[in-house]
C-alpha cells in the first residue's frame, strides 16, 4: 500500500469530501493559499475549491466556530480549523454551550454537523500557550464527539466519518505527527467513531495510548520484546465515543494496564479510562493501574526542559517493565 | 420627522509631522522634545533594530528559541511609551521589544526569556508592581488590552493618575476580547490608551481582509471616545498623539485608540516566510518610510546627531549587545542544569501533589546520574 504523511491524508480527506459534498466548506486562519494554514494542511484547497469554500478569516476563533454553528444548522457541513487547541479558549462558549447544546435544547430540531480540527501536545518548544493537550476538556461535554487520530490512516478514515456525520466533532491533531508517514489505501473508505484499534498484540501488558503516545508505546513494545515482555497497545481513537470494550477485553487479556498520553496527569482523559477499567475489570486487574502522563506544569518552552515533561518509549518502557516485573 | 439623521461624532484624523525624508513637514505641531531625550529615543530605537537582527542569528543557531522581530515598528512604539512616566504601566502583545527596552527590560532578560527561560523575567528591569510596570508579553491574540482596562479601573479606583498602554496588532482587532475590553474602557472612562499596531499583516492575512473598516481607530467612535491614525514611522507624531492621548487619560477623560499605521518589514515570527504570501515590491515601498533614517535624518537637521555620533553609537551598542549575550548564555548553561525548577512559580506555595511530582523527577534525573556514572 503508498504511503502518505498524516497531513496528506487529512488534506486528501478534506478534499474527497468537498468534492463529494458542496455542503462541506472550511473556516479558519490563515488557511487559504500561499499560506495554507499553520501546519500546512490546508495547502492546496483554496486555488482547487476557491476562497468562497476555503473561507479565511479574521482572527477569531469565536467568530468563525459560532458561525460555523450557525452555518451547520442551516444543513451546511462546516470544518473550522482552530490553530492551535490552546486558543479554543477563545471560543469555547460556542464549542461547550452552543455547538454541544444546541441539538438538546432544541429538542432535536437543529442539529450541528460542524468540525472542529485543531492540533494540540508539545515536541516544538511552542511554550505554554502553544502546546497544552486538552482533550478531556472537550471529552467532559455532553453533545461533542472527540476524535484522536493517532495514524495517517485512521486521521483520513476518521475525518471522513467526521464530517458526515450529524453531530459537532472536536478533531484533534498532534504537532509532531503531521510528518509521520503510514499506508493509507487510495480506495475510499471511513472509519466508524467507537472504535478502538489494537495497534499490536501482546499478553503481558496492555499500554492504552492516544495520538503521539501510541508511536512512543510502540517503539516501548519493540524495546520490551527484546527483554521477553510481550505488549498489547490499544488506541481507542475516539475519546467519546470510547470503545471501552477493546480496552477491558486487553486488560482482562494481560491483567496489566498502563495508560498513557501527553496532557497532564491530574484530571486527563486518562483517568476516565482508568475508572471504566476499574469498574468493568477490577476481578481481572493483577497488579496498580498505571498512568504516564505529563505532569502539572505548563510545557516548559526551553526544549530539553520541555523534553523532560514528554512521554518517550524509555518512560512507557520502564512502568511497564516494573509492572511486570512486579516491582509496583 | 419619521426618519432622520442621528448625528454621532465621526471623525479620525492623521497626523504626521515627519515627510519620507525626516523633513518637518509642519512646525506648529512638532513636539518640544529635549535634545537629550531625542538622542536617548534614537539611542533605544538603534539599540532595538540591532539587537533585533542579533537575535535573529541567535535564532538561526539555534541559541534562543522564537520570537516575533520587531524591525520597522521601533518608532510606532518608542513614540508611545516616550510619552509615559515611569510609573505608568504597559500591557504588551508578543512584538514589543523596543518599547519594553525604553521602559528598563535589558537585553539579558529578553535572551532568557527567548531562550525558553521565564527566570528572564526575574531580572531587575521586570519588578511588579514596584518597578518598571511592564506586564510579560500575551501570546494568545488580542487578550490583553482587557488587562490594560483593568489595570486603569484599579488606579482610577485608587485616585492615581497614572495611565496604562497596551499595544495590539491590526489583527486583535478582530477578537471579541479586543471589544469587550474597548467597551468597558468607554463605559468606566479608564485611563487607558489603546495602541494599535497596524503593520498592515497579521501573519499571512493582510489588513484589508480583517475588517471592513476604513480606518482602524474609527472602532473607538464606536464606543464613545476618540480614535486616531498616526504615520507609526514618525516618532515625532505617534509621541504628540501619546501625550495628547496621557494627557486626557490623567485629567480623567478617558480612553482615546491611536492606530500607528506601520509595517512589519521582517517575518511574523522567526517560523515564518513572508516572500511566501507578499509582494517584494510592497516591502520595498515601506523600506523607503521606515523609521530609523527618518528619525536619523531629523536629528542631524537639528545638529543634535552626526554621522561619526552614529558610528560611535553603534560601536557602544555592540558591545552593549555582545556583553549581554554573554552573560546570558552562561547563566542559560546553569539554568539547563535545574530542570526542577519547571516547577516554580505554578501557586504561592507548591502543593503536595506537585511536590511529589518534582521530587519523582529528582530521582529520574538522579538516576540518570548514576547510569552516567
Ligand atoms: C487567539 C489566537 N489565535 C491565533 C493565534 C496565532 N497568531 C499568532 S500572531 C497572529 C497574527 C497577529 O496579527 P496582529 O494582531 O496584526 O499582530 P502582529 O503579529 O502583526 O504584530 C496569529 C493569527 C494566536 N496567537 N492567538
Ligand atoms: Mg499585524
Keep these: ?328 | 420627522m419619521p426618519r432622520e439623521v442621528v448625528d454621532i461624532p465621526c471623525q479620525v484624523d492623521y497626523l504626521s509631522i515627519l515627510d519620507e525624508d525626516g523633513q518637518v513637514i509642519d512646525a506648529d505641531l512638532e513636539p518640544d522634545i529635549p535634545d537629550g531625550r531625542l538622542l536617548q529615543l534614537h539611542r533605544t530605537m538603534l539599540l532595538a533594530r540591532r539587537f533585533d537582527e542579533r537575535m535573529l542569528q541567535l535564532q538561526r543557531q539555534g541559541r534562543i528559541g522564537t520570537f516575533a522581530p520587531v524591525r520597522g515598528q521601533e518608532a510606532a512604539q518608542l513614540g508611545i511609551v516616550a510619552a509615559l512616566r515611569d510609573s505608568d504601566w504597559m500591557v504588551p502583545s508578543f512584538r514589543e521589544q523596543a518599547a519594553s527596552l525604553w521602559r528598563g527590560q535589558s537585553l539579558e532578560s529578553f535572551l532568557l526569556v527567548y531562550g525558553g527561560f521565564y527566570q528572564g523575567n526575574e531580572l531587575p528591569g521586570n519588578e511588579l508592581p514596584e518597578g518598571t510596570r511592564n506586564l510579560p508579553v500575551a501570546v494568545p491574540v488580542g487578550t490583553q488590552p482587557l488587562h490594560a482596562v483593568g489595570l486603569s479601573y484599579a488606579i482610577k479606583y485608587r485616585g492615581q493618575d497614572d495611565v496604562v498602554v497596551t499595544f495590539f496588532g491590526d489583527g486583535a482587532t478582530s477578537e471579541g476580547d479586543f471589544h469587550e475590553a474597548m467597551n468597558f474602557a468607554g463605559v468606566f472612562q479608564t485611563p487607558t490608551i489603546f495602541v494599535c499596531q497596524n503593520n498592515q499583516w497579521a501573519i499571512s492575512v493582510p489588513r484589508s481582509r480583517q475588517t471592513n473598516s476604513e480606518t482602524l481607530a474609527q472602532k473607538a467612535l464606536a464606543y464613545g471616545f476618540p480614535g486616531r491614525q498616526v504615520d507609526g514611522n514618525d516618532i515625532l507624531a505617534v509621541y504628540v498623539a501619546a501625550e495628547e492621548a496621557a494627557e486626557r487619560a490623567r485629567s480623567g477623560d478617558g480612553p482615546t485608540m491611536i492606530e500607528c499605521v506601520t509595517y512589519r518589514l521582517s517575518m511574523h515570527t522567526t517560523a515564518d516566510d513572508p516572500s511566501r504570501y507578499r509582494e517584494e515590491e510592497e516591502v520595498e515601498e515601506w523600506r523607503r518610510r521606515e523609521p530609523l533614517p527618518r528619525f536619523q535624518a531629523y536629528l542631524k537637521q537639528r545638529d543634535l546627531l552626526s554621522d561619526s555620533d552614529i558610528e560611535e553609537t553603534e560601536e557602544e551598542i555592540q558591545g552593549e549587545i555582545q556583553d549581554a549575550i554573554d552573560r546570558a548564555e552562561e547563566r542559560m548553561e546553569k539554568l539547563a542544569n535545574e530542570e526542577l525548577s519547571m516547577f516554580d512559580h505554578m501557586y504561592a506555595e507548591m502543593p503536595p501533589y506537585l511536590r511529589e511530582q518534582r521530587d519523582e523527577l529528582a530521582r529520574e534525573l538522579a538516576g540518570q546520574e548514576g547510569n552516567d556514572a
Design chain 1, 1 to 328: 500500500m503508498r504511503e502518505i504523511t498524516y497531513r496528506e491524508a487529512l488534506r486528501e480527506a478534506l478534499r474527497e469530501e468537498m468534492e463529494r459534498d458542496e455542503t462541506v466548506f472550511l473556516m479558519g486562519e490563515d488557511i487559504a493559499d500561499p499560506f495554507g494554514s499553520a501546519y500546512k494542511v490546508t495547502l492546496g484547497l483554496s486555488p482547487q475549491f476557491g476562497t468562497e469554500r476555503v473561507r479565511q478569516t479574521p482572527i477569531s476563533e469565536q467568530g468563525f466556530v459560532g458561525a460555523g454553528v450557525g452555518a451547520a444548522v442551516t444543513g451546511m457541513r462546516p470544518v473550522v480549523e482552530i490553530m492551535y487547541i490552546d486558543f479554543a479558549t477563545m471560543a469555547m462558549d460556542q464549542i461547550a454551550n452552543q455547538a454541544a447544546k444546541l441539538r438538546y435544547m432544541s429538542g432535536g430540531q437543529a442539529k450541528v454537523p460542524l468540525v472542529i480540527r485543531t492540533q494540540g501536545g508539545p515536541g516544538r518548544s511552542s511554550a505554554a500557550q502553544h502546546a497544552q493537550s486538552l482533550e478531556a476538556w472537550f471529552a467532559h461535554i455532553p453533545g461533542l464527539l472527540v476524535a484522536m487520530p493517532s495514524t495517517p490512516y485512521d486521521a483520513k478514515g476518521l475525518l471522513k466519518t467526521a464530517i458526515r456525520l450529524d453531530d459537532p466533532v472536536v478533531f484533534i491533531e498532534q504537532k509532531l505527527l503531521y510528518n509521520t508517514e503510514g499506508p493509507v489505501p487510495e480506495e475510499e473508505y471511513t472509519l466508524p467513531f467507537g472504535e478502538a484499534d489494537v495497534k499490536r498484540e501482546g499478553s503481558d501488558c496492555t499500554v492504552v495510548a492516544t495520538s503521539m503516545t501510541v508511536l512512543k508505546a510502540l517503539k516501548a513494545a519493540d524495546i520490551l520484546e527484546r527483554e521477553g515482555i510481550s505488549v498489547e497497545v490499544v488506541d481507542p481513537r475516539t475519546l467519546f465515543p470510547l470503545d471501552i470494550e477493546t480496552i477491558t477485553a486487553s486488560v482482562c487479556k494481560t491483567s496489566r494496564v498502563v495508560v498513557t498520553h501527553e496532557a497532564v496527569e491530574r484530571c486527563g482523559f486518562g483517568a476516565e479510562i482508568v475508572a471504566q477499567i476499574a469498574q468493568t475489570a477490577f476481578g481481572y486487574i493483577d497488579a496498580p493501574i498505571q498512568r504516564v502522563c505529563a505532569p502539572s506544569v505548563p510545557p516548559p518552552f526551553a526544549q530539553h526542559m520541555e523534553a523532560f515533561t514528554m512521554i518517550d518509549e524509555h518512560k512507557i518502557a520502564d512502568r511497564v517493565r516494573r509492572l511486570v516485573t512486579g516491582e509496583l
